[in-house]
Protein backbone atom coordinates (compact mmCIF):
# COMPACT_ATOMS: atom_id res chain seq x y z
CA UNK A 1 0.00 0.00 0.00
CA UNK A 2 0.80 3.56 -0.86
CA UNK A 3 1.80 5.83 1.59
CA UNK A 4 0.61 9.44 1.72
CA UNK A 5 3.53 10.78 0.81
CA UNK A 6 3.83 8.70 -2.74
CA UNK A 7 0.27 8.88 -3.33
CA UNK A 8 0.57 13.02 -3.15
CA UNK A 9 3.76 12.69 -5.27
CA UNK A 10 1.95 10.30 -7.75
CA UNK A 11 -1.54 12.95 -8.21
CA UNK A 12 0.54 15.76 -8.35
CA UNK A 13 2.67 14.16 -11.46
CA UNK A 14 -0.68 13.75 -12.83
CA UNK A 15 -1.90 16.97 -12.19
CA UNK A 16 1.28 18.52 -13.60
CA UNK A 17 0.65 16.26 -16.78
CA UNK A 18 -2.76 18.15 -17.54
CA UNK A 19 -1.35 21.72 -16.52
CA UNK A 20 1.11 20.91 -19.10
CA UNK A 21 -1.26 20.32 -21.83
CA UNK A 22 -3.82 23.12 -20.55
CA UNK A 23 -1.05 25.64 -20.55
CA UNK A 24 1.04 24.47 -23.40
CA UNK A 25 -1.27 21.94 -25.51
CA UNK A 26 -2.75 25.23 -27.36
CA UNK A 27 0.98 25.71 -28.58
CA UNK A 28 1.87 22.17 -29.87
CA UNK A 29 -1.52 21.25 -31.25
CA UNK A 30 -1.86 24.79 -33.22
CA UNK A 31 -2.45 22.92 -36.61
CA UNK A 32 -5.08 21.61 -34.91
CA UNK A 33 -6.53 24.52 -33.34
CA UNK A 34 -6.30 27.22 -35.92
CA UNK A 35 -9.89 27.60 -36.91
CA UNK A 36 -10.71 28.05 -33.18
CA UNK A 37 -10.80 31.59 -31.93
CA UNK A 38 -8.84 32.52 -28.90
CA UNK A 39 -12.18 32.97 -26.60
CA UNK A 40 -12.64 28.62 -27.34
CA UNK A 41 -9.05 27.81 -27.12
CA UNK A 42 -9.33 29.76 -23.43
CA UNK A 43 -12.00 27.87 -22.81
CA UNK A 44 -10.72 24.46 -23.98
CA UNK A 45 -7.81 24.98 -21.85
CA UNK A 46 -10.23 25.61 -18.49
CA UNK A 47 -11.75 22.31 -19.29
CA UNK A 48 -8.11 20.85 -18.73
CA UNK A 49 -7.15 22.66 -16.34
CA UNK A 50 -10.32 21.61 -14.52
CA UNK A 51 -9.18 18.22 -14.53
CA UNK A 52 -5.50 19.47 -13.52
CA UNK A 53 -7.41 20.56 -10.11
CA UNK A 54 -9.18 17.43 -9.37
CA UNK A 55 -5.52 15.79 -9.10
CA UNK A 56 -4.03 18.92 -7.66
CA UNK A 57 -6.68 19.52 -4.91
CA UNK A 58 -6.86 16.07 -3.36
CA UNK A 59 -2.78 15.84 -3.86
CA UNK A 60 -2.55 18.98 -1.72
CA UNK A 61 -5.10 17.91 1.05
CA UNK A 62 -3.35 14.44 1.49
CA UNK A 63 -0.10 15.38 1.38
CA UNK A 64 -0.67 18.47 3.86
CA UNK A 65 0.58 17.96 7.65
CA UNK A 66 -2.38 20.11 8.45
CA UNK A 67 -4.46 17.04 6.82
CA UNK A 68 -2.30 14.44 8.47
CA UNK A 69 -0.01 13.94 5.57
CA UNK A 70 3.53 14.18 5.64
CA UNK A 71 4.53 17.66 4.01
CA UNK A 72 4.77 21.22 5.13
CA UNK A 73 3.47 23.95 2.45
CA UNK A 74 6.86 24.55 2.14
CA UNK A 75 7.80 21.26 1.33
CA UNK A 76 4.63 20.76 -1.00
CA UNK A 77 5.64 24.05 -3.20
CA UNK A 78 9.20 22.77 -3.87
CA UNK A 79 7.46 19.00 -4.15
CA UNK A 80 5.42 20.65 -6.85
CA UNK A 81 7.85 22.93 -8.34
CA UNK A 82 9.99 20.08 -9.40
CA UNK A 83 7.60 17.95 -10.57
CA UNK A 84 6.07 20.67 -12.62
CA UNK A 85 9.37 21.15 -14.26
CA UNK A 86 10.29 17.47 -14.65
CA UNK A 87 6.56 16.39 -16.23
CA UNK A 88 7.27 19.92 -18.53
CA UNK A 89 10.54 18.46 -19.52
CA UNK A 90 9.42 14.92 -20.34
CA UNK A 91 6.51 16.50 -22.34
CA UNK A 92 8.50 18.66 -24.32
CA UNK A 93 11.75 16.91 -24.83
CA UNK A 94 9.71 13.47 -25.43
CA UNK A 95 5.98 14.62 -27.02
CA UNK A 96 6.34 18.21 -28.19
CA UNK A 97 10.24 18.19 -29.84
CA UNK A 98 9.78 21.81 -30.41
CA UNK A 99 12.62 22.88 -28.09
CA UNK A 100 16.10 21.09 -27.27
CA UNK A 101 17.39 20.93 -23.94
CA UNK A 102 20.68 22.34 -22.99
CA UNK A 103 23.15 23.07 -20.46
CA UNK A 104 21.67 25.59 -18.90
CA UNK A 105 18.07 24.43 -18.41
CA UNK A 106 20.08 20.99 -16.62
CA UNK A 107 22.16 24.28 -14.10
CA UNK A 108 18.37 25.44 -13.62
CA UNK A 109 17.32 22.40 -12.62
CA UNK A 110 20.43 21.21 -10.25
CA UNK A 111 19.07 24.52 -8.44
CA UNK A 112 15.69 23.12 -7.90
CA UNK A 113 17.08 20.38 -6.43
CA UNK A 114 19.38 22.43 -4.01
CA UNK A 115 16.13 24.20 -3.42
CA UNK A 116 14.44 20.86 -2.22
CA UNK A 117 17.71 19.89 -0.21
CA UNK A 118 17.20 23.30 1.86
CA UNK A 119 13.40 23.23 2.37
CA UNK A 120 13.45 19.75 3.58
CA UNK A 121 16.58 20.26 6.05
CA UNK A 122 15.30 20.99 9.30
Known sequence: MMTKGYWTILLLIVSNAFM??????QIVFKSHLERFGLAAIVLLSWC????????????????????????????????QEVISLSVFTLIVVVFMK?????????????????????????
Open 20 to 25: TLAWYG
Open 98 to 122: TDTLRWNHLAGFLCLILAVYFIFRK
Open 48 to 79: VALLEYTFMIPANRIGSTQFGGPFSLWELKVI
